[in-house]
């Protein structure tokens, strides 16, 4: 049973518009929620995360909203550019963290010049 | 510079013969682990190690073998590969007491097994 759930599994964003992807628990003992970023050839770098008791992050351009009562949490990438182009990776953990990442399957996003 | 390196970084192999992949990191961190990425999959877990000596299966371990005799080095054996086992591999490493944001991972291993 997969316990994260990751939609799109693939993305094509104009340059300059807002690219969203979006993410489903099962959980409820899940308490950390970081967003990966891979680019080809390299290993995931994280790129922001969360934990349920906020409601919105947001760090640059990159922003996540979390929905408690609904079991979700989304990434928004704000004025999308062509650097963006990578797979993102939505994860889960228990104990903040502490625990292995659960992660969900992907999203390979690419910002049209 | 703080890293976690894999070696190899490719490498083509063929049913049954035994092969290691390792994995090294110089921050002193006491946790390591390893994934596979597979296309539509995501990330999955196959062992960890919270400290020297101390191993755990993850979500996938079947098939793979791990050690950790020094505190560096994490590497990740395959006694006999098969071609399920075709993948992409991450090694990584972080503080016991850190949560993932302080998590590092390698460049990947690219397999695959004939």
């Known amino acids: 049973q997969q316990q994260v759930k990751q939609s799109p599994q693939s993305l094509i964003v104009q340059k300059g518009g807002i690219s969203i992807i979006n993410c489903a628990y099962e959980n409820t003992a899940f308490d950390y929620f970081p967003w990966y970023q891979q680019f080809p050839g390299k290993g995931p770098a994280l790129l922001i995360a969360?934990?349920?008791?906020?409601s919105e992050k947001k760090e640059g351009r990159f922003t996540i909203s979390f929905n408690k009562s609904a079991k979700q949490f989304s990434l928004h990438i704000m004025d999308s550019q062509p650097g963006d182009s990578a797979t993102y990776f939505c994860?889960?953990?228990?104990?903040?963290?502490?625990?292995?990442?659960?992660f969900g399957k992907g999203t390979h996003l690419i910002i049209q010049p | 510079e703080a890293q976690v390196t894999q070696n190899p970084r490719y490498l083509i192999t063929v049913t049954g013969k035994k092969l290691t992949v390792t994995c090294s990191q110089n921050?002193?961190?006491?946790?390591m682990s390893w994934y596979r990425q597979d296309p539509g999959l995501g990330l999955r877990q196959i062992y960890y190690?919270?400290?020297?000596?101390?191993?755990d299966k993850g979500d996938v371990p079947e098939g793979y073998k791990v050690s950790r005799k020094e505190k560096r080095n994490f590497p990740l054996i395959l006694e006999s590969p098969s071609p399920n086992q075709t993948s992409l591999y991450f090694c990584?490493?972080?503080?016991?007491?850190?949560?993932?944001?302080?998590?590092?991972f390698g460049p990947g291993t690219r397999l695959l097994v004939l």
């Open positions: 921050m002193n961190h006491e946790y």
């Open positions: 190690s919270m400290n020297v000596e101390v191993t």
């Open positions: 969360i934990r349920p008791d906020v």
């Open positions: 994860a889960a953990s228990i104990r903040g963290g502490a625990d292995g990442l659960t």
């Open positions: 990584a490493s972080r503080p016991l007491a850190g949560g993932v944001e302080t998590q590092y």
